[in-house]
């Protein structure tokens, strides 16, 4: 059990994991490229910068959950691929707006071991690029025609957003409690997810038991997947991250390790000194502190716990393929380190 | 002919506009009331200081021109307000988020008189508020159930931000024609009237050639309403702008009483010292070299040749108050000050 949780320090290769992964999408991979494909080819516009922008974002992708959650999810009745493809894009091009705002908004330089659209070209061009995507992501949306589904995209949108909100005017703030914590990666992670699988669910006639099984597993898989992210910026090498170590506590932004070393030791706390006194000079000990405490064990068992209600939502769906999948990508959300 | 044209200087109060306006407004001016009480409607969310922002950024709206479009162009087959009222609160809402954007990237202090969201909450409130207000915008949309309005509104927010991101590019650049100047304002401006005719048109049922009347109708006042915007700039005072003159200078867009100098006088040119030596202080003298030569007629002549158009596309439409309406209203869009 202990080597498991302590799964970070495998040291694993960011291309073993890419091979987890795909083994995971098996039963959708041939149309997981069509969704490639159609991403690739929203870079044909008028402009060529915007074009030469569109190809950058697009290109240095990530791995791919969000579009994968909503195919898997249509596998279980009638798998409609002129619907569901263009929903996958959708929810793959929101992820990519909201990052290419949340950089401008944290400054980031780096993401994925590239720089980040405001480093390379100014905040100006990463707000209304991701304005961009987002209408590109809504006219995708729109070629579903499902009346529901494109709601929920936009309510998915408002829930991001005004959780962002939440989480920049909460920034720098210790007095924050779990509950907190989980509503606000709840808004800011899971919501998308839930998105990814429940319009699946509904584009392919699912009954509405299953859609809100594959709603409720997102939901429980997408607060797990957040867990071990913000452990990760603990834990993690900035190679494995692509981007700095500990570049949540430098933004204010409170996360369980860091709520959890406040709980341990409310006095001298370098959490404090950072958040309080801006000294981000005491970033370092809090990861050290970190490192050297039980926290990142609790940080994976509550992590576990998510994990395991999502797979238990998954119970109700019919024994395909794809349901394995879903499966062994709540165990892969845990156990990855990029 | 003359004092028509030079109507800037008539110095009207606003109130009186808004009165003009009121009467324009007549056959829709309740159904507007259920527009504005839906907007006003958004600011109930969880997080009292979304719900603040939003009250700020509702209240501050402006002539609702746009909201007004839908609903009038709704009005010459089936008015439906059941599809109409969402419709026009989504175009009011997309203006409005866009509005929130463009301050941020224009570093605008002050929009109507008042400080803007980024002034007020920085830019990171002003990035995540608009991306909001697209989100519940798109929720409004998506009321109408209607997929080909709905894809629309997606496709002119893409219109929009390429069209922004365009002019972000081609700021502090002399080298520009006026077509491509009309294409930047038919991007930025006119798409969102189009929209707003359009889908009005299409949820009330009416035949394909008098939406594309109505399309076409907005085209061509959008663009006379945006020449004489760009005008107003140099003309217009900072109380009536309720935001500095010469603003568009100071940001570097190159609008046409800018071109038209540069044409006017191709050596030491006021324009040429703003864009490229980017002396600020060169912008008084533009502005009084604009406001003292015939650029101010040539506009407010090219505006309305526009303004012309627009009328001629609704002869085509059912002879209904509405018709006199946007008649009426594509000559407001030449006569206005603010």
Redesign the interface.
């Known amino acids: 059990m202990k080597t498991k949780l302590r799964s970070w320090d495998r040291n694993t290769k960011p291309e073993d994991e890419q091979m987890e992964l795909s083994e995971i999408y098996r039963p959708i991979q041939e149309d997981l490229v069509r969704v490639k494909d159609a991403l690739r080819s929203i870079n044909r516009?008028?402009?060529s910068?915007?074009s030469e922008q569109l190809s950058y974002v697009i290109t240095a992708s990530g791995k791919g959950i969000r579009p994968a959650l909503t195919l898997l999810s249509g596998k279980f009745y009638k798998y409609d691929l002129d619907l569901l493809v263009p929903m996958a894009v959708s929810v793959e091009l929101m992820h990519t707006a909201?990052l290419v705002?949340d950089d401008?908004?944290d400054k980031s330089e780096v993401r994925r071991g590239q720089p980040t659209i405001n480093k390379l070209w100014g905040?100006?061009?990463a707000?209304?690029?991701?304005?961009?995507l987002?209408?590109?992501?809504?006219?995708f949306v729109?070629?579903t025609?499902n009346?529901y589904v494109?709601?929920l995209?936009?309510?998915?949108?408002?829930t991001?957003?005004?959780g962002?909100?939440?989480q920049?005017?909460s920034a720098y703030q210790t007095a924050q409690n779990r509950e907190q914590y989980i509503k606000r990666i709840a808004a800011k992670t899971a919501s998308l997810f839930c998105l990814s699988t429940e319009s699946g669910a509904v584009l392919s006639g699912a009954p509405e038991i299953a859609a809100k099984a594959l709603k409720d597993y997102s939901y429980n898989m997408g607060v797990a997947f957040q867990i071990v992210d913000d452990l990760l910026d603990f834990v993690g090498t900035e190679e494995m991250l692509g981007k700095p170590v500990g570049s949540d506590l430098e933004q204010g932004t409170l996360t369980l390790p860091a709520m959890m070393l406040l709980e341990k030791y409310p006095k001298n706390n370098p959490v404090t000194d950072v958040f309080e006194k801006k000294d981000m000079t005491s970033i370092p000990r809090a990861i050290e502190m970190v490192r050297n405490s039980t926290i990142i064990e609790e940080c994976y068992r509550l992590a576990q716990e998510y994990s395991a209600k999502a797979k238990n939502c998954l119970k109700v769906l019919p024994d395909v393929a794809s349901r394995t999948s879903l499966k062994e990508l709540a165990d892969y959300v845990i156990r990855r380190q990029v």
Chains 1, 2 share one sequence.
């Open positions: 516009v008028d402009f910068w915007l909201t705002h401008a908004i905040d100006e061009t707000i209304l690029l991701g304005d961009f987002f209408a590109k992501a809504g006219m729109a070629d025609k009346p494109i709601k995209f936009s309510q998915t949108l408002a991001i957003s005004s962002e909100i939440n920049f005017r």
